[in-house]
Every structure is written in C-alpha cells, then in structure tokens.
C-alpha cells in the first residue's frame, strides 16, 4: 500500500523557470491538500480540493496554481519560481469523513531557488 | 478564525523523563484534535487524535486528553526513549469547511 506519493523528491530551480509537482494517492480519498513547511511557521495551506473537480485557495496560494487531474492525482505548479517559495512541500489526502477524519502525508519535495 | 497554538521548542531530555507539549486552541464549536510526529526526512504521521470533548486519544505510549473548558490538548507521555525524538504538530480540524490547521511544531531530542 503505497498510500501518498510525491514526485520529485528534491529539486533546484533557478528564478524565473517553472515546474511542477506531482501527488498521487491510492487511498480512494475524496480530499487532497498540498502544504508548505518553512522552519518556525509549521505547516501552511496552499490550495486543497474537497473533492474531484473542485479546488480552493488556502492560507498562502499566491504564486502557485493546481489541477485536480483526477480522484487519485493532485499536481501544483510553479509558474515563476522565486527565491521565497523555497520550502518543504507536502501533499496530503484525507478521506472525507468530517468527524472521524485524518490526513495522511506524503515525503514531501524539498524545492531550492536560486 | 481558527487557529492552534503549541509550545515553542526545541525541547531536550533524558531518556525515561516525562514528557508534556502544550496545545491550545481557538475554534467555533468542537473540533477534532490531532497529535502528528514528523521523523527527520519524513512527512507527518498520525499520532494520536480525539474527536469530542473528553475523549483521549492514545498511541505507542502518547496521550492527549480533548479539555473544551480549557481548549487544550496536551500531549504526554511517561517515559521518553531515544526513538521519539522528533517533531511534533498538534491540529485541529473544524466541524465546518474542509481545513486543517497546524501548529508551529515542536521538535524533541530525547539523549541517552
């Protein structure tokens, strides 16, 4: 059971270029999340999905966007990387139920830019 | 809005000491509250969580008891080891909407 995957597991950018970050689940969860981790903010929202075919900002989402490809796969894209979007990024899916719910993480992708 | 609140660290100790992170936090009606432990290099793991008030969630020797008189949920744990070093994210997820919040994280170092 593979649960949250992330893909690249490390990566440098130089400002300016693009990339994007892959997640995938195979959990059969509705909801998708991606986070950034930076040292002493803990963890911050950057977009989520409740469900397939819909997208919300979170707390941080300006210089990011998203595509809920499918149930399973929730990419974010960088358009014009800048320095201040190095960071820690973590996807998570969760499995909908509101009461009982909880969030299971992937790796993360560590992203340096130059 | 809503918001959590944990201890600031880094916090160190002695293999077997007590162990006490303190979270707090600011929601409308009863959230559910949830303990994740990051390893280094890792993501976040579910640790323990509750989900009414009163309840105690409990894993590997990790409780946190839901106080809505106080809104805290203090995570504990008798006797560390070695192996528990980590970092430590206290949550909560409100009964509306679908987010979740996280607190600042607090990193533990338990020595032999």
């Known amino acids: 059971n593979a649960g949250v995957t992330q893909t690249p597991k490390f990566q440098v950018l130089k400002t300016g270029q693009s990339m994007t970050l892959q997640c995938a689940q195979d959990?059969?969860?509705?909801?998708m999340y991606w986070y950034r981790q930076d040292p002493g903010m803990g963890l911050r929202l950057i977009y989520y999905s409740a469900s397939e075919g819909t997208t919300d900002k979170g707390e941080v989402p300006n210089g990011y966007n998203v595509s809920r490809l499918n149930k399973r796969e929730f990419s974010l894209r960088l358009e014009s990387a800048a320095p201040s979007q190095t960071s820690v990024y973590f996807c998570?899916?969760?499995?909908?139920?509101?009461?009982?719910?909880?969030?299971?993480f992937g790796p993360g992708t560590r992203l340096l830019v130059l | 809005g809503d918001s959590v609140t944990q201890m600031e660290g880094p916090v160190t100790l002695s293999e077997e000491a007590f162990l006490t992170i303190n979270c707090t936090y600011t929601?409308?009606?009863?959230?559910?509250l949830f303990w994740y432990v990051q390893y280094p290099g890792e993501g976040l793991q579910l640790l323990l969580k509750a989900t009414k008030a009163d309840d105690k969630g409990s894993n590997k020797g990790f409780e946190a008891t839901y106080r809505k008189e106080t809104t805290s949920f203090h995570l504990e744990k008798g006797s560390v080891q070695v192996s528990d070093s980590a970092v430590y994210f206290c949550a909560l997820r409100a009964n509306t909407g679908n987010q979740f919040y996280f607190g600042t994280g607090t990193s533990l170092t338990v020595i032999p």
């Open positions: 959990m059969n969860h509705n909801s």
């Open positions: 998570a899916s969760s499995d909908g139920n509101r009461v009982q719910e909880t969030q299971y």
């Open positions: 929601a409308t009606g009863y959230p559910s």
